[in-house]
């Protein structure tokens, strides 16, 4: 994409959410530079050609994924279900929507993006003025391709900083959690975004891949260049543009500390986790993608609590089938730390989305035709993913669990043993291996915490999804920054929801682990411990230090802190009376902990 001309911006300070801690300083590059209503500089034009080039590069990719994405989804799913993407090609190739682009890139000198941008706004606006369903549909899926068209754009340019060998920070409106798995190939050493919030995908993945990282930072593309320097709190949640040199100054400092605290953690011996009195903690990983293992390895992570397999369906270039999922299963147990791998089922919706699964618009996605739902709903599909499962597990000396997402009924879990009978039987028949797993599931939505006992009974263990039980409980949609101020795992309600679930499991001697971002948090950590959580899951990034505060803490006090902690009214007072217990205990790593 022809980036906008070398304009410095002005000094300025912004405001955002802290999501990932850390301290980046290097110069800015603006991934999305073509909002609508931003200002875009027009590329100059001996760059137009070079342009048109590249928009036709992304048609093609474009066309060769959709083409793909129908073949392997007919397949897989149905026909019925890949008639969307036969509909999608007959957008892509209209050559009426093309030549709109083209003209917006020859005639205004539009970035390629840009130009999609505009067009796709034109939509956009159509959108908002059709009130018949069919025709809103309709509208909208043009939308979708002009979206994929777009990110395809994105995706050539990013090769433009893959090869960069200076560090950037990358400066984008929104990212996906795909888009940030992508980037690890690239020199990226902080991430700045106008929307998100702390426990969205791309929020957890920066926070595990170790990038300071600050999001809810409205506008800022409109106050920022590719050429600029930026600086990027993301403990505190602040950003520079163009800093002074005081500002500039102390940041590399606190740059340096950090980088020695996070030395010195990470030279700490590896294994469980050990109080001051005696009391082994589990510390397990959560992980997307192969890389993340051996990041594990190398954190000293116990074994694996959470891997979300929906990454490796947002990472593949089709419809991952059988064979290629047990292949990567298979691999990912084989390398795994320690003796648990624990196996999550596709987890879509939200922030995650898959065009062959989720291309349907919903008004509330996050609490709609998601996850297990969207499982029951596609049963062959579902299929498929158990038996991959069951085939992985086969002949493994680990302990392999899998784990369903957003149970919300005890009927579901009638389900969920009536479809692994069924695929037992598949593997049986076609003469396949099939192996031994423990079935478990997520506590995150409010119905199955609420009313625990009666899902106990047809699981193995259970796993706390904090992150979406905070924003189901407190109705604050988790990667919505004009809510964050709702959306706290650390306010009193959310916590007794989660004492109350440690305490049934303890009680019913059922295994319980938190895999959702408490567990990596040290405010919340101790009152973890309090509640009788031995069994903790997190990015491996922060192993080391959730591994270095246990050691300084006893059971008695976490008790006693929890205690004091469950007489509080909000969020504000926990987080308050929890930094004074930290800077009392472990001072060294306040500056771990986000605002
Ligand atoms: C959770 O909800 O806490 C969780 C671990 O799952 P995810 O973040 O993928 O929704
Ligand atoms: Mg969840």
Redesign the pocket.
């Known amino acids: 994409m022809g980036q906008p001309l070398r304009r410095h911006s002005s000094t300025a300070r912004f405001d955002g959410i802290a999501v990932s801690p850390g301290v980046a300083i290097a110069r800015a590059h603006c991934l999305h530079e073509i909002p609508v209503g931003s200002v875009t500089d027009p590329i100059d034009e001996s760059e137009v050609l070079a342009e048109l080039g590249r928009f036709e590069e992304a048609l093609q990719l474009t066309d060769h994924e959709l083409a793909a994405l129908r073949d392997k989804v007919s397949v897989q799913l149905g026909k019925s279900e890949a008639a969307i993407f036969t509909a999608h090609l007959a957008i892509l190739r209209d050559e009426g929507l093309l030549e709109k682009v083209q003209r917006r890139i020859g005639q205004q000198r539009l970035p390629a993006a840009a130009a999609i941008a505009e067009v796709a706004y034109e939509y956009q606006q159509l959108l908002a003025d059709v009130h018949d369903e069919y025709l809103k549909e309709r509208v909208a899926d043009v939308r979708d391709v002009l979206l994929r068209l777009q990110r395809n754009v994105a995706k050539i340019t990013h090769h433009d900083f893959a090869a960069h060998d200076e560090p950037i920070v990358l400066v984008a409106c929104e990212l996906y959690p795909s888009d940030i798995i992508a980037l690890t190939e690239a020199n990226v050493v902080g991430i700045v975004t106008q929307t998100g919030s702390r426990?969205g995908?791309a929020a957890?993945l920066a926070r595990s891949y170790g990038l300071p990282a600050v999001a809810g930072v409205t506008d800022i593309l409109q106050h920022v260049n590719s050429s600029d320097t930026i600086v990027v709190d993301g403990s505190g949640g602040h950003v520079f543009v163009n800093p002074g040199r005081e500002t500039l100054r102390a940041y590399r400092e606190r740059r340096s500390e950090f980088a020695r605290l996070k030395t010195d953690l990470a030279a700490e011996p590896r294994g469980p986790a050990h109080t001051a009195d005696g009391q082994t903690i589990a510390l397990l990983a959560?992980v997307n993608c192969e890389t993340d293992i051996r990041e594990a390895i190398a954190g000293g992570a116990c074994g694996v609590g959470?891997y979300?397999t929906e990454f490796f369906f947002l990472t593949h270039p089709n419809v991952p089938d059988q064979q290629q999922q047990t292949e990567n299963y298979r691999q990912m147990i084989a390398h795994c730390p320690g003796d648990i791998f624990t196996i999550r089922t596709l987890?879509l919706g939200?922030d995650k989305t898959i065009s062959y699964l989720t291309h349907t618009h919903e008004h509330n996605p996050h609490i709609g035709w998601r996850s297990i739902r969207l499982s029951f709903a596609h049963p062959k599909f579902f299929l498929t993913q158990l038996r991959a499962v069951l085939a992985a597990a086969a002949n493994q000396d680990k302990e392999v669990r899998l784990l369903f997402?957003m149970i919300t009924v005890p009927d579901e879990l009638d389900e969920v043993h009536k479809l692994m009978r069924r695929a037992r039987r598949q593997l049986k028949k076609r003469g396949q291996p099939c192996g031994k797993v423990r079935i478990g599931m997520?506590i995150?939505v409010p119905a199955a915490a609420v009313a625990l006992d009666a899902f106990l009974e047809n699981v193995d263990f259970v796993?706390?999804?904090?992150?979406?039980?905070v924003q189901y409980l407190t109705a604050a949609d988790r990667d919505n920054p004009k809510v964050s101020h709702l959306c706290q795992a650390l306010c009193p309600a959310v916590l007794r929801v989660v004492a109350s679930v440690a305490a049934t499991c303890h009680r019913t001697r059922t295994p319980v682990t938190l895999?959702?971002?408490m567990a990596s948090s040290p405010r919340a950590v101790p009152l973890l411990l309090g509640m009788g959580l031995r069994n903790l899951s997190m990015s491996t990034a922060f192993i080391p230090t959730i591994r270095d505060l246990i050691g300084r803490l006893t059971i008695p006090e976490t008790q006693a802190v929890l205690a004091e902690v469950m007489k509080l009214k909000t969020a504000r007072q926990v987080c308050e009376t929890m930094d004074r217990y930290l800077a009392a205990r472990a001072p060294h790593l306040l500056p771990l902990v986000l605002a």
């Open positions: 426990t995908h957890i959560n959470l979300r987890d939200g997402p997520m995150e796993s706390i999804g904090s992150n979406d039980l895999c959702g971002e």
